[in-house]
Structures are given as structure tokens and as C-alpha cells.
């Protein structure tokens, strides 16, 4: 059995029809142990408050498995700049659609969540999924994130923000990689 722990992003109040909700269910009815929570004020998220919460949830959950989108992606890069306990001893991580800086900027409620800067190795390993036309992201995930972090990056074609608005509900093959690490991601099907 392993244990996932699933971060969601800002203005998300955990819909079911969302892949991470989707997935959730998926890995749960599969025996695993599986954490998803709602993080406090998903409107308007406060970093240390957020930071806090994963503290918490890595503390008491021990996951072996982190899955974070959006904010949460760069909420986890925090996490990890900082030494947040706890995020040493997690087998590896998906970061998918991590927002870029100067998309953070233009919304007052998210700007705190600016990534730190990308000078630490991340613990263990760790892969980046995003829409090759992300409109949070617009730099590229690659090259905002991918490249500096040294992370190995899959750009999916046409996924947008791989979110609802992106017809991100049901997604397998992310399923498919909590199952199998070796697994590629792809887009929906």
C-alpha cells in the first residue's frame, strides 16, 4: 500500500469532476492510502498558512507519493527551498502546471506564491507535466521550471492548465504513473 498525498491550487475547492478528485477516488478504491485536502482559503491562499498545512499533512500522512497542481506545485518548491520537514522522506512527486512568476504577479491573491529561487536540488525524484499552451505559464514549464530545477519535463500538447476549463476530469494515465513510476504521462484520452 502506498500513500499519496494530493495538493491542490488556488481557487480550487476540490470539485469531483477534477482529475485530482477523479483520482482521489481512484487510488483510495485501490487500497492506498490517500490524503486530499482542502487547503484553507483556496480564494485567496496565504503562503505561510498553506506552508503550514503541508507541514501538517506531511507530518501525519507520510506520504511515499506527493502530487501537487498549480500553487500547490509551487507551494511544494517552497516547502522544499525551506527544508520543510517531512519533504526529505517522500519516495518522488508529480508538479503539474506550476504558474509562472509574472502570471503571479498580475493576481494579488497568489503573488506570495512566486517561486523561491532555483538554486536547490529537489530530494527525490521529481516530474513536471504541463500544457505546451498553459496560459498560467506562458514562459513554458520547461524553461520557467524544468530546466533550472534539472526536472525531467513532459509538455502535453494542447492541455492548457489541466484543469476542467482544459477537459482535465478523468485522466488515466496519471493514474497509470502513481501505479507504475515508469509510466509516461500523457494528455487525456
Not at 2 to 13: D, E, K, S
Not at 56 to 69: G, I, T
Request: glycine share 12%; with cysteine; charged share 15%.
Amino acid at each position: 500500500m502506498t500513500a499519496y498525498l494530493i495538493l491542490h491550487g488556488w481557487q480550487n475547492h476540490r470539485p469531483e469532476a477534477h482529475w485530482q478528485h477523479w483520482l482521489a477516488d481512484r487510488l483510495g478504491a485501490l487500497g492506498h492510502r490517500v490524503a486530499y485536502p482542502q487547503l484553507p482559503d483556496p480564494d485567496d491562499p496565504d503562503l505561510e498558512t498553506w506552508l503550514g498545512a503541508l507541514a501538517r499533512h506531511l507530518a501525519e500522512d507520510a506520504p511515499d507519493v506527493v502530487l501537487a497542481h498549480s500553487a500547490s506545485a509551487l507551494l511544494w518548491l517552497h516547502a522544499v527551498a525551506r527544508g520543510t520537514a517531512g519533504t526529505g522522506d517522500v519516495e518522488r512527486v508529480l508538479l503539474v502546471g506550476p504558474p509562472a512568476p509574472a502570471v503571479l504577479a498580475q493576481h494579488p491573491e497568489v503573488a506570495g506564491f512566486a517561486p523561491p529561487p532555483l538554486e536547490f536540488a529537489l530530494p527525490g525524484p521529481t516530474l513536471l507535466v504541463a500544457g505546451d499552451d498553459d496560459p498560467y505559464c506562458p514562459g513554458g514549464a520547461r524553461a520557467v521550471y524544468g530546466d533550472p530545477l534539472g526536472l525531467r519535463t513532459e509538455l502535453l500538447p494542447g492541455a492548457g492548465h489541466l484543469d476542467l476549463d482544459a477537459g482535465y476530469g478523468p485522466w488515466p494515465a496519471v493514474l497509470d504513473w502513481c501505479l507504475d513510476p515508469g509510466t509516461r504521462i500523457t494528455g487525456r484520452p
